[in-house]
């Protein structure tokens, strides 16, 4: 009975993944002037043509208060840059490509590293649990939303 699962149980675990997550991407940037979160925006921008900020904030899920100003931080960094001055519309520059290389080759050493750790059966009952969960997480809101509604 004490391995029953609990929707605690399954915030913590959560909740712990992303911390280790977190941590591992905020000391990928450790000495740079980069923020852990400007990493999901270099990696998703390069190589891409230029993005509106709405179209990144739906491919990161990210609002679009908040990508408006990862955007001008990026742009003050020296790591963006808005194309035109009307369309809103934004690509990295050279040094933001550079970047992204650099984040990209910290991630490819972290999967080489992985499958020390992590099996492959390990990651399909974690995309599994995350399935399952997020299953659970979509009827809870419906169950939720008729409740509010009777």
Request: aromatic content about 8%; overall charge negative; proline content about 3%.
């Amino acid at each position: 009975m004490g391995n029953e699962p609990t929707f605690a149980g399954l915030f913590a675990l959560s909740r712990r993944l992303n911390h280790m997550l977190h941590h591992f991407i905020k000391d990928s940037v450790r000495n740079t002037p980069l923020k852990g979160y400007h990493t999901a925006y270099l990696l998703f921008m390069a190589g891409r043509p230029p993005l509106s900020g709405k179209e990144l904030s739906d491919a990161l899920g990210f609002d679009k208060a908040h990508t408006s100003r990862v955007l001008l931080e990026l742009a003050e960094l020296g790591f963006a840059c808005r194309e035109g001055s009307k369309n809103g519309l934004y690509s990295l520059t050279q040094e933001g490509l550079e970047w992204a290389q650099e984040l990209k080759e910290v991630f490819r050493r972290a999967d080489r590293l992985l499958p020390l750790y992590v099996s492959g059966e390990d990651m399909q009952r974690l995309s599994d649990i995350s399935d399952s969960a997020s299953e659970f997480l979509k009827r809870l809101s419906q169950e939720e939303g008729r409740h509010e509604n009777t």
